[in-house]
């Protein structure tokens, strides 16, 4: 999985990028397609917008499913965080729907009797 982060009017803290990149690539134990993830970090310059002066949003590319979040915060961790619970949520329910449900149970099993 490629991991392309963009900012915008924004200075990252210094640990975000090695953040970013691990529990992005946590979301690997899910059996979901995702070849590129686009984290973009915008910076809100009005002093009014404090609590949510910075917005991260995270869009994934290629042949699995379009998943896309956005969530503001006070900081970029604090919006990432957001937006990565969002996207695993999403990421949660297609790997739920692509199980396979069906179990066999002693009763409705296929013996096989060769003797």
Do not use: C, W, Y
């Not at 990149?21 to 690997?28: D, G, I, P, T």
């Not at 899910?30 to 910076?43: C, K, M, Q, W």
């Not at 499913?65 to 990565?84: Q, V």
């Not at 739920?96 to 096989?112: A, G, L, P, Q, Y």
Request: charged share 30%.
């Amino acid at each position: 999985m490629k991991i392309i982060i963009h900012t915008r009017h924004a200075e990252l803290a210094s640990d975000f990028k090695s953040i970013a990149e691990e529990k992005l690539q946590s979301m690997e134990r899910f059996s979901v397609t995702i070849d590129r993830i686009e984290v973009e970090i915008l910076h809100e310059a009005n002093p009014r917008q404090g609590k949510n002066s910075h917005k991260v949003v995270i869009t994934s590319h290629g042949s699995g499913p379009l998943l896309r979040a956005e969530e503001t915060g006070f900081n970029d961790l604090a919006a990432f965080d957001g937006a990565i619970k969002s996207i695993e949520l999403q990421i949660r329910k297609i790997h739920e729907r692509n199980k396979s449900h069906d179990r066999n149970s002693v009763r409705t099993m296929k013996i096989n009797t060769q003797n």
